[in-house]
Nanobody, 123 residues
Framework: QVQLVESGGGLVQAGGSLRLSCAAS????????MGWFRQAPGKEREFVAT????????YYADSVKGRFTISRDNAKNTVYLQMNSMKPEDTAVYYC????????????????WGKGTLVTVSS
């Protein structure tokens, strides 16, 4: 079955960096767009970034644009989220997702989800 496993979360100080990884299995990775979403305590899940199957096109939430970078390695079936200049408001559980016919900027079309990794940014 399809599995998406996130890793790389943890505690970081404001202004610091973290790199999240999401390893995919059970699917033809290069056929899927991949996305990162996050959910802060007491809030709804929100879009962070999406990348198309080839890695050429990426789309970001305004709140992370210029600070976060999504990338993928189709040979390793892995998608990454490099997070720089982090802020306390970036604190959330970060989820990886995969879909074939996705609408960038939304959860629409994301068929598979990981269990998430917790990121905490201290001030």
């Amino acid at each position: 079955q399809v599995q998406l496993v996130e890793s790389g979360g943890g505690l970081v100080q404001a202004g610091g960096s973290l790199r999240l990884s999401c390893a995919a299995s059970g699917l033809t990775f290069s056929n899927y767009a991949m996305g990162w979403f996050r959910q802060a305590p007491g809030k709804e899940r929100e879009f962070v970034a999406t990348i198309n199957w080839s890695g050429i096109n990426a789309y970001y939430a305004d709140s992370v644009k210029g600070r976060f970078t999504i990338s993928r390695d189709n040979a390793k079936n892995t998608v990454y989220l490099q997070m720089n200049s982090m802020k306390p408001e970036d604190t959330a559980v970060y989820y990886c997702a995969a879909g074939r016919a996705v609408v960038f900027g939304t959860t629409t079309g994301m068929n598979y989800w990981g269990k998430g990794t917790l990121v905490t940014v201290s001030s």
